[in-house]
């Protein structure tokens, strides 16, 4: 429907430059997602979480370095510690899970899941140095189109057990269509952020404040109750936000 939009619209280009850009990205981002629900699979959901929270170094390292950002301050510096520490502290107090897998292999699965995150949010922040940020509907089209395209072609190669149906149920639409528009919304609001604040602001900033949404949710809403670690890591976390801005 975005693509539809974007032809019959007056302001839609398309050029090398965002074709190049938004299939990279949506290869990577296609890979993410397959990495994160296998991993959600055959490893403890806390490991999983922490790998996923942890890959922001990667957009605040590589890219400052690959792109000549702004040098980060000392108080900066302790704001992205504090983060990386309040994630620490509220991915441990998560539910661990039910499986049993030797230590090399739950290393491994987290490296995975931290490279293959990493380099999403890597390519999230490509977007700036590019030029391209008056170009984000253009970058969203190909890296949604590019994610379609190779996770269709995924759903068609995977081997299906004897006798499990293989029509996908409504409940499934539903869901994927749903997790699908939160997805493209939340990447179009990710690359306006982006384009306005250097890496080493955005992404502790984002990765705290998800994470406090999600135990101030679950506590509020679902009545869950709240570790010592998480509420200790939801306040470091509040803390680093100040000081990353």
């Excluded at 990495?35 to 959901?45: E, K, P, R, Y």
């Excluded at 040098?71 to 510690?81: F, M």
């Excluded at 987290?110 to 253009?138: I, S």
């Excluded at 809403?221 to 010592?228: H, I, N, P, T």
Aim: glycine share 10%; aromatic share 8%.
């Amino acid at each position: 429907m975005l693509s539809i939009v974007l032809v019959l619209g007056d302001g839609f280009r398309m050029d090398r430059q965002v074709l190049f850009v938004g299939c990279v990205s949506g290869v990577m981002f296609i890979t993410s997602m397959l990495t994160w629900t296998w991993a959600l699979t055959v490893s403890n959901v806390a490991t999983a979480l922490m790998a996923f929270r942890l890959s922001m170094l990667i957009p605040i390292v590589i890219g400052g370095v690959l792109w000549d950002e702004e040098a980060v301050s000392g108080p900066q510096w302790v704001g992205i510690a504090m983060a990386l520490c309040a994630l620490l502290l509220m991915s441990m107090s998560g539910r661990g899970g039910t499986h049993r897998i030797s230590r090399a292999r739950q290393a491994l699965i987290a490296f995975a899941v931290f490279m293959a995150q990493g380099a999403v949010q890597l390519c999230n922040r490509w977007v700036r140095p590019a030029g391209l940020d008056d170009r984000h509907l253009e970058v969203l089209v190909t890296v949604t189109a590019t994610a379609a395209v190779i996770g269709a072609i995924a759903v068609l190669l995977v081997r299906r057990r004897p006798g499990r149906e293989r029509c996908v149920s409504l409940p499934a639409l539903r869901m994927g269509a749903g997790i699908g528009l939160f997805n493209g919304v939340a990447l179009v609001i990710m690359l306006v952020a982006l384009s306005r604040f250097d890496g080493a602001q955005y992404f502790p900033i984002n990765g705290c404040a998800v994470v406090i949404m999600d135990c101030l949710f679950a506590h509020f809403l679902w009545k869950e109750r709240l570790s010592a670690l998480a509420v200790a890591g939801a306040a470091m976390g509040g803390g680093s936000m100040f000081l990353v801005l």
